[in-house]
Nanobody
């Protein structure tokens, strides 16, 4: 059984910073692409940032220059450093990972962590 466990959400003022982390655990052979998505109330889930096992990154235009995604392959953990936060960044943030198991690669989601940007 594979789990993605997120941590680090919370309330922050506009212009502030916050860090999220997500650790994959279980009977894992490998972890390929990892990333972060978010879903605001009444909106569809959208991509925030992704990172491959080799370190190549991709960002949504709305977060470029403000958010940084990174990972520790030895710990099967992905991080999201968020700065210059805006109220429109308020959402539930979900971790996502392509996990290599004995029988193939399966995509997993974390349970989500709330990020609220408000004064």
């Amino acid at each position: 059984q594979v789990q993605l466990v997120e941590s680090g959400g919370g309330l922050v003022q506009p212009g502030g910073s916050l860090s999220l982390s997500c650790a994959a655990s279980g009977r894992i052979f490998s972890v390929n692409a990892m990333g972060w998505y978010r879903q605001a109330p009444g909106k569809q889930r959208e991509l925030v940032a992704t990172i491959t096992s080799g370190g190549s990154t991709n960002y949504a235009d709305s977060v470029k220059g403000r958010f940084t995604v990174s990972r520790d392959n030895a710990k099967n953990t992905v991080y999201l450093q968020m700065s210059s936060l805006k109220p429109e960044d308020t959402a539930v943030y979900y971790c996502n990972a392509d996990v290599g198991l004995r029988l193939g690669v399966i995509n997993y989601w974390g349970q989500g962590t709330q990020v609220t940007v408000s004064s």
